[in-house]
């Protein structure tokens, strides 16, 4: 795991994950009982330490049954904030080299 990225972009696919579970009525422990997931897992996605894998996106789509519009949502954020950490990552790659982005 490790930070991927800063700002309020990457920090709205964790809020998402966490409107979505109390939006329910949850827990992060009955979230975990019911996806089968860790609540270390939920408490990291929630506050944005790591970013979920597809699999991760579609597991809790599916625990609580998101329409396609919410899951299409989630899967953007993702995608964000997964983008955001390989521009961070490749920035600071040419930052070590001394090659200029």
Same mark, same amino acid.
């Given at each position: 795991?490790?930070?991927?990225?800063?700002? !309020?972009?990457?920090?709205?696919?964790?809020?998402?994950? @966490?409107?979505?579970? /109390?939006?329910?009525?949850?827990?992060?422990?009955?979230l975990g009982a019911a996806s089968g997931m860790s609540v270390r897992s939920i408490r990291d996605l929630e506050r944005g330490v790591s970013c979920p894998?597809?699999?991760? /996106?579609?597991?809790? !789509?599916?625990?609580?049954? /998101?329409?396609? +519009?919410? @899951? !299409?949502? /989630?899967?953007?954020? +993702? @995608? !964000?904030?997964?983008?955001?950490?390989?521009?961070?990552?490749?920035? +600071? +790659?040419? @930052?070590?080299?001394?090659?200029?982005?």
């Amino acid at each position: 795991m490790g930070d991927f990225g800063t700002g !309020a972009s990457q920090d709205r696919l964790g809020m998402l994950l @966490r409107s979505h579970r /109390l939006d329910r009525g949850m827990t992060q422990e009955e979230l975990g009982a019911a996806s089968g997931m860790s609540v270390r897992s939920i408490r990291d996605l929630e506050r944005g330490v790591s970013c979920p894998r597809i699999s991760t /996106l579609r597991l809790l !789509a599916h625990t609580w049954q /998101l329409t396609e +519009a919410q @899951r !299409a949502e /989630l899967h953007r954020l +993702a @995608r !964000a904030k997964r983008d955001g950490a390989v521009a961070l990552r490749d920035g +600071a +790659a040419h @930052r070590d080299s001394g090659v200029r982005p």
